[in-house]
C-alpha cells in the first residue's frame, strides 16, 4: 500500500527539445504583435497545443514543443523579413527533462527544469540564441582572419605589401562588414530582461550561461574583433603611404620633365643665336 502510495505521488517528467534556427543576418519583427504574446523583446508567443516561440532581431529563431511541419509554418510566415541568407546545419538543439524536483544543468544534458513556464522559456530561449548567434559571428570574424593571415606574413617576410591596391581596399572593405556586423548585433553579457521579474531564475540563467561558455567565447570574440580594427588601421595607413609615395614620385618626375623642357628650351635658344 505505501509503495502504490508512493508510485502515485512520484513526479512525473516529460522531455522536449529546444531548437535554436540560425535564419539570417536579421529578422524585421516590428508590426507582429499577437494576442498571446509571452514576451514583446524577444517577440515570443504560444504556436501549436504545447509550443513556444521566440524571435530575435539578430536573426535567430527558438521552438520548442512544435513539430517540424509547425516550425516551417511559423518560418514561412516570416517571408520577407528575413535579411540574409540561412545558413544549413548553424543551429542548436537542447534537451529538457521537465518535472524534475530542481533546476539543473548537467553538462552536454539533457537539462533538467522544474517546470517549463513561459520564465523559464524565455531564460532558455535567450542562452540558445546567443550561442548560435555567436556561432555566426565566430565564422564571420575567422573568415576575415584566415585572409588577413597571408597578407601579414608576407609583409613581415618582405616589408611591403603583396597585393595591388583593389585588393587591399576589398580585403579592407570586408573587414569593415564584418566589424559592422558584429559590433554590437547582439548583447551577449546582458541578462535577458525576465530576470527583472523573476531574480530567483538568476542562478538558473547562470547555469546556462556556462553551459554554452557564453561569456568565454564573447570576449574571445571581442579580442579577435579589435584585431581586425587593428589591421583594418594598418591596412588603411599602407594604403595612404602607398598612395603619399606615389604622389611624391609623381611630383619629382613633373619637376624633371619641367627642368628638362627648361634646359631643352635654353639650349635651343644658345643654338639658334
Known amino acids: 500500500m505505501s509503495d502504490r502510495k508512493h508510485v502515485l505521488h512520484a513526479p512525473t517528467t516529460s522531455r522536449l527539445t529546444a531548437r535554436a534556427l540560425l535564419l539570417g543576418h536579421r529578422i524585421d519583427l516590428s508590426g507582429l504583435e499577437r494576442d498571446d504574446m509571452i514576451s514583446s523583446t524577444p517577440l515570443a508567443f504560444h504556436a501549436g497545443p504545447r509550443g513556444r516561440v521566440a524571435l530575435y532581431r539578430f536573426g535567430v529563431a527558438v521552438f520548442v514543443g512544435l513539430s517540424p511541419v509547425e516550425e516551417d509554418d511559423v518560418i514561412r510566415s516570416l517571408a520577407g523579413r528575413i535579411v540574409g541568407d540561412r545558413e544549413p546545419g548553424q543551429d542548436e538543439t537542447a534537451v529538457m527533462e521537465v518535472g524534475s524536483s530542481e533546476d539543473r544543468i548537467p553538462p552536454g544534458g539533457p537539462f533538467n527544469l522544474i517546470d517549463l ?3 523559464r522559456f524565455l531564460c532558455l530561449a535567450d542562452a540558445l540564441a546567443k550561442t548560435v548567434a555567436l556561432g555566426r559571428d565566430e565564422r564571420e570574424v575567422n573568415g576575415v582572419l584566415e585572409l588577413i593571415e597571408p597578407f601579414a606574413a608576407t609583409v613581415a ?3 611591403r ?3 595591388k591596391r583593389r585588393a587591399m581596399l576589398k ?6 562588414l564584418v566589424q559592422h556586423r558584429v559590433a554590437g548585433r547582439i548583447a551577449v553579457e546582458e541578462k535577458p530582461d525576465v530576470l527583472w521579474d523573476r531574480p530567483d531564475l538568476e542562478r538558473l540563467y547562470a547555469r546556462l550561461e ?6 568565454e567565447r564573447s570576449r574571445m570574440l571581442q579580442r579577435k574583433l579589435d584585431l581586425v580594427v587593428e589591421t583594418v588601421r594598418a591596412l588603411t595607413d599602407i594604403l595612404d603611404t602607398d598612395r603619399s609615395t606615389r ?3 609623381t611630383i619629382a ?3 624633371l620633365v619641367e627642368l628638362a623642357v627648361a634646359v ?3 639650349f635651343t635658344s644658345i643654338q639658334g643665336h
Do not use: C
Open 117 to 119: 513556464s513561459n520564465d
Open 157 to 159: 617576410r618582405t616589408g
Open 161 to 163: 605589401p603583396p597585393w
Open 171 to 176: 580585403l579592407v572593405g570586408q573587414a569593415l
Open 210 to 215: 556556462d553551459e554554452y561558455e557564453l561569456k
Open 247 to 249: 604622389l611624391e614620385v
Open 253 to 255: 618626375v613633373l619637376i
Open 264 to 266: 631643352y628650351q635654353v
